[in-house]
């Protein structure tokens, strides 16, 4: 049985300003850019009483609420607040998945912390957040990953819902379709056309009904409703390589043809990495060379940085596989080492 920690900051960034500025603790307050065709990206509680969501254009907040304070937002506050919050996740598991800068996924399932509830652990890791940040965070706890995000949701804010193993199957069968993860505005509207509702509506159609009538999506939405599907967290978002690669409109005819591209693959290449800053950590070069005939080859070498001679190296060694076919795509690229909690730095600054 898996025990999943869904984290949920409460309305993260109007929560930092209200924070750092009394003035504004008590108003309702959004976030956004300050043209009128901008959107918001968070409002305070005081602000939703009055509809005000996010999403919602500056102009449209502002007539459903002419007191609305809109401020710009603190990217860097933010990120730093959710590196805090990142190393005490760290203290409870490895296995941590966040979604965005204020809400994550933890798998606490062999974390022997608070003798292994993971209800006491979601309680002590929203005081601990509480202590270092002065915001609040509310938690969901479920043997399933997607009910955790939907229980995370319940008590807001400040609070967390657990669904123990013996709830899950009522809970899943009163569940409104709405609230699944992935289950949009437009899809839950198809979804009532064929009488879909709740979980228990799924359920009784089978799964051979949902594929037939909805398709791929059907099943893996019936997979749900059953609690059939656990989830996973995934924590391997990180990159692990980047590549560049051209099909050609005329075939390249010999190796020279070939190696004459390297110098634009490479301009390439070295622009992709820079825009992603991985120059530094480099410790792979590799080679595709697609043939006529569609055959795939590929080699590769351990090296640091982006070098020329082992590009050239590697794709006459790939070129001489083919027996003189000649070659309709080239492809250059680099493995990229990890790094110590990359996973989380990457993702923050999606
Ligand atoms: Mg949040």
Redesign the pocket.
């Known amino acids: 049985m898996k025990k999943f920690i869904h984290i949920?900051?409460?309305?993260?960034y109007a929560a930092v300003e209200m924070r750092d500025n009394p003035a504004l603790a008590n108003v309702p307050l959004a976030i956004g850019g300050n043209s009128r065709r901008g959107v918001l990206s968070t409002a305070n509680y005081i602000a939703r009483k009055y509809g005000v969501r996010s999403a919602m254009s500056n102009y449209h907040a502002k007539q459903l609420c002419p007191d609305l304070v809109i401020v710009p937002g603190r990217m860097q506050v933010y990120k730093e607040i959710s590196t805090q919050i990142r190393a005490i996740f760290a203290k409870y598991t490895d296995l941590i998945e966040p979604l965005s800068l204020?809400?994550a996924y933890l798998d606490v399932t062999d974390s022997t912390a608070c003798k292994g509830s993971a209800t006491l652990m979601a309680e002590q890791i929203r005081q601990e957040i509480y202590d270092t940040t002065g915001l609040t965070a509310s938690a969901g706890v479920a043997p399933i990953k997607f009910i955790a995000k939907i229980a995370s949701d319940e008590n807001k804010p400040n609070g967390q819902f657990v669904v123990l193993p013996d709830q899950v199957d009522d809970f899943l069968a009163s569940l409104p379709l709405g609230k699944i993860p992935g289950v949009g505005k437009v899809t839950l509207e198809k979804l009532q056309l064929k009488g879909l509702y709740t979980g228990a509506d799924v359920r009784a159609k089978g799964v051979n009904w949902m594929q037939q009538h909805i398709g791929n999506f059907g099943v893996s939405l019936y997979q749900k409703c059953a609690g059939e599907y656990v989830g996973k967290v995934s924590t391997e978002r990180v990159r692990k390589s980047l590549s560049v690669e051209h099909t050609y409109e005329y075939n390249k005819n010999n190796l020279d043809e070939c190696l004459s591209q390297l110098p634009r693959l490479m301009d390439e290449l070295t622009r992709r990495l820079d825009k992603q800053q991985l120059n530094n950590r480099i410790n792979k070069l590799s080679v595709k060379v697609k043939f006529a005939n569609f055959v795939v080859t590929s080699a590769d070498q351990s090296h640091h940085q982006l070098d020329e001679r082992i590009f050239t190296e590697l794709m006459s060694k790939a070129y001489e596989r083919g027996n003189d076919q000649p070659v309709r795509l080239l492809g250059i690229g680099v493995g990229i080492k990890s790094q110590a909690h990359e996973h989380f730095q990457l993702s923050i600054l999606d």
Request: net charge negative.
């Open positions: 949920d900051m409460d309305c993260f204020d809400e």
